[in-house]
Structure formats: C-alpha cells, structure tokens
C-alpha cells in the first residue's frame, strides 16, 4: 500500500561495500548519490528518460547515437541532470 520511494528511510542504514539492487519503481539519481557517499554500490534498470551527461566534457549524451554501431557499451557517466551521479 506504500509507494515504492518509502525505501529512501533505510537508506541512512547504507554501509561502506552494501549492494543495493532497484527495479524502476525505485529509479532516483538522488538516491543513487546518498549511496555512493555511504560509499555503498548500487545496480538499477536505467530509466530511459534520464539524463546521461559526459564524465570528461560534461556534454550530454545521447544513449541511442553511442549504441548505434555496438551491440553493448561500457562506459562511465554521469546520472541525472542535478545530480550528475557517477
């Protein structure tokens, strides 16, 4: 009966190397960086309306043209258009 962003209490409870996996009902890059700073990990569907940005240039990215000529990429970004979450 609870939405699914009514885990965001837990998350003061996040150790250095404890892994949390979401489903897209739990998708927010500010909770991704809560976790990251807990220096926690954190594995998730990529919600397909998020912002991508360039770790380097800071330039967004557009996830369609980079996957255009690959069957798979692996790359690190930047998560979201506030957070810019590693």
Same mark, same amino acid.
């Given at each position: 009966?609870?939405?699914d962003q009514g885990y965001k209490e837990y998350? =003061?409870?996040v150790s250095a190397n404890d892994l949390l996996i979401f489903d897209l009902g739990?998708?927010?890059p500010h909770s991704f960086k809560k976790i990251d700073q807990?220096?926690?990990y954190f594995i998730s569907h990529y919600?397909?309306?998020t912002n991508l940005y =360039?770790?380097?240039t800071y330039q967004k990215l557009d996830l369609v043209e980079?996957?255009?000529h690959q069957?798979?990429?692996e790359k690190q970004v930047l998560l979201g258009k506030e957070t810019k979450q590693k």
């Open positions: 009966k609870r939405s998350l =003061d409870e739990y998708f927010a807990a220096e926690g919600k397909a309306d =360039d770790m380097d980079e996957l255009q069957n798979f990429l």
